[in-house]
C-alpha cells in the first residue's frame, strides 16, 4: 500500500522541499490548502503529517499553541507520525555545547519559551513525533531567510554581511539534505521512541569559514563585514516581526 503524508505549510521552506523529497521517495503527497481544506478531514489516512507551519514571530503567542493543538488532535485520531521541523531556540544561551538529543531546554525568553512549551505538549499528549532539529536553513533559491535577505545580499558586489561574531560557529541546515533526512526517519517511524528528538548535524561553520568558503567557489575574495543592527531599531514599531530577530540576536554571538 503506498504511504501517504500530508504537508502543511506546503508552500513555505521547509514544506517545499519536504514534498519533494516524500514525492522522490514513492510517497502519495497530500498538500494542505487552508482554503479549501480542513485539517480533521484532510488528515485522514495520512501516515505521516509534516508540520510546517511557521506563523511569524510576532504571531506565535497567538497562533502556535492553537496551531499545534489542532494538528495532535488530528494525528491522535488517525495515529499518525508528526514530524516537526525543530530549531534550536529551546536551548538559551546557558546550554552547554555541542548541542544534542539530551541537551536541557533552558531558554527563557517568550519565542524559546514557546517552543519548548509545543514539543512538550506532543509528549504529553502521546503523540506519535519525531522532532528534526536543526540550525538556520540553506536554500538552493532565495526564500526570505538570513542568508539570501542579509548575509549574501551583495555577494555581487563582494560583500558579505555577518549579524554577530565572525569567529564563533553558527549551524546550518541544507534544506534539501534535512528534507531526505524526515523521509529516511517516516520510513523507520516503527521503530523509534514515541517521541523522538532528532539532532541534524547539517554544517556548522564561523562567519569566517563561510566566507572563505564562498570565495573559493565564487574564484575571488569576499569581503566579510559586520552587520549593523541599530537601523533596525528605527523600524520596530512598525515592522513588530524585528522585535523577535532582536529577541534571538544572541545565536548570532
Known sequence: MKRTVLILGANGR???????????????VRKFDRNRDTLERAAQG????????NPPYHHWARDVPALHARVRKAALANDATVIIPGNVYVFGPDAFFPWKSDTLHLAKNPLGRLRIEMEQAYRRDGVRTIVLRSGDFLDTCASGNWFDMIMGKHLAKGKFAYPGRTDIPH?????PDLARAAVMLAEKRDRLERFEDVPFPGYTLTGQELVATISKLAGRDIKLKKMVWWPMNFARPFMPMLNGIFEMRYLWN
Open 14 to 28: 521547509f514544506g517545499t522541499n519536504a514534498a519533494r523529497a516524500f514525492s522522490a521517495a514513492g510517497w502519495h
Open 171 to 175: 549551524a546550518w541546515g541544507y534544506l
Open 46 to 53: 495520512a501516515d505521516v503529517i509534516v508540520n510546517a507551519w
